[in-house]
């Protein structure tokens, strides 16, 4: 692992979006990983947030995301939902999962971000 600028642990969805951020920077990044593969066991993320999907279209990949989940009014607070639909977003919803929000939504970094990823590190 020498010769890297930045090395990340863990390629969840943070990981690989510093990942994908540093390197579209033109740092070089590695990151490490103890599974195997993308697969998940388990449920992570229920849904995304308005902000979150802003972020993904940024780079090109919300419809990614999108295309596995339903788009809801889910925002709230104490139990009490909140209408964001006025908004001033292009992404005034959000969008809850009906399965396991897999990593494999995510772009493969040797490809897309010129990440390095160095699998089933344990």
């Not at 930045?6 to 390629?11: E, K």
């Not at 990151?31 to 697969?39: L, P």
């Not at 979150?52 to 419809?63: F, K, N, V």
């Amino acid at each position: 692992m020498n010769g890297h600028a930045v090395v990340i642990v863990g390629g969840g969805p943070t990981g690989l979006m510093l990942a994908g951020e540093l390197a579209l920077a033109g740092v070089d990044v590695a990151i490490v990983e103890r599974r195997a593969s993308q697969d998940l066991t388990g449920s992570r993320a229920g849904g995304l947030h308005s902000r979150t999907i802003e972020i993904l279209d940024q780079r090109g990949i919300a419809d990614r995301f999108l295309s596995q989940g339903k788009v809801a009014q889910i925002a709230g607070f104490a139990w009490i939902p909140l209408d964001i639909s006025d908004f001033p977003t292009r992404h005034n919803y959000g969008s809850r999962c009906g399965r396991t929000t897999s990593s494999a939504s995510w772009p493969s970094g040797s490809t897309s971000w010129r990440c390095r990823s160095i699998g089933d590190v344990r």
